[in-house]
């Protein structure tokens, strides 16, 4: 079987699943699979697979078919302007996240160093983008998922990095280092009623430890607003992506804590996503 032979197939299995850009998705597999860019491919469309490569091919076609996401079988996924490692411990980087980086650099100088806490880093991909951004700055990541901080520690490595951020195993409420200038988190948001009813590649393979924020979906961001309080110098900000229902609840919350409100930002899809906050006092 040739290069174009099994990209239809691929094509016509993937469109029956009602997945959407199925050569695409096709492509990029077979590229995972030969280790080859898919312009190669375009270009030597007729060449031939050893039966070894099909049945690679198959196999992650069949993943694929079950709705396990792309990111999780091409083991990578672009954001801000970096590829990242990325495996079922960790939530897959998404473009409105990007969000929190466009915020966070408009309060990091490119010549200072600046502290910098990520609550609830994940792959890293938040906190990577930043330092490679502003070399200067230090960082410290939390996650209390042992291998969401492995994934994220190899990440750092690859962007060499990893003398520059501290990687720690703990949940926020027990974290007791202070001073930061600026603290940045996408934590989980999403309540019980919502998480039921997310697509069927989110709902099945994506860690429910980074989605959940309990049965309202407030959970999390609670504790992260009145924990940063403590943490953060006076004047540092609290950069925060939120669920596009959550901003009156939050800003309230963020209020009655002692933060200004900077910035509401909004996501791809013109919904509320990230709120920018200083804190007072």
Not at 16 to 21: G, M, P, S, V, Y
Not at 49 to 77: C, S, T, W
Not at 264 to 277: A, E, N, P, Q, Y
Request: with cysteine.
């Amino acid at each position: 079987m040739n290069y174009n032979q099994i990209l239809k197939k691929g094509e016509n299995f993937l469109k029956r699943r009602k997945i959407q850009n199925p050569f695409l998705e096709s492509e990029l597999i077979l590229s995972k699979v030969i280790n080859k860019k898919r312009e190669e491919i375009l270009l030597n469309i007729n060449k031939k697979l050893n039966n070894n490569d099909v049945l690679k091919f198959k196999n992650y076609l069949f993943r694929r078919h079950q709705n396990e996401p792309m990111a999780y079988i091409l083991g990578y996924k672009h954001f801000w302007k970096h590829k990242f490692l990325t495996n079922k411990s960790v939530l897959i980087p998404r473009p409105d996240t990007e969000l929190i980086i466009e915020e966070a650099l408009k309060y990091l100088p490119i010549d200072k160093s600046k502290k910098i806490l990520d609550i609830g880093t994940g792959s890293g991909c938040i906190i990577i983008s930043l330092l490679k951004e502003r070399p200067n700055c230090r960082a410290i990541a939390l996650d209390i998922s042992l291998k969401a901080l492995n994934v994220a520690k190899t990440n750092a490595k690859l962007h060499q990095l990893g003398n520059k951020i501290n990687f720690v195993n703990i949940d926020i409420d027990k974290y007791k280092s202070y001073n930061y200038d600026l603290i940045i988190s996408n934590p989980p948001y999403i309540n019980s009623i919502e998480l039921n009813r997310l697509d069927d590649d989110i709902k099945f393979h994506e860690p429910k430890l980074a989605l959940s924020g309990g049965f309202d979906g407030y959970r999390d961001l609670k504790k992260v607003i009145i924990k940063s309080k403590k943490l953060l110098k006076i004047n540092g900000k609290l950069i925060l992506e939120i669920g596009h229902r959550q901003k009156n609840k939050c800003s309230k919350m963020l209020n009655e804590n002692n933060y200004y409100i900077n910035q509401i930002s909004k996501d791809l899809s013109g919904k509320d996503r990230c709120i920018v906050s200083t804190k007072l006092q």
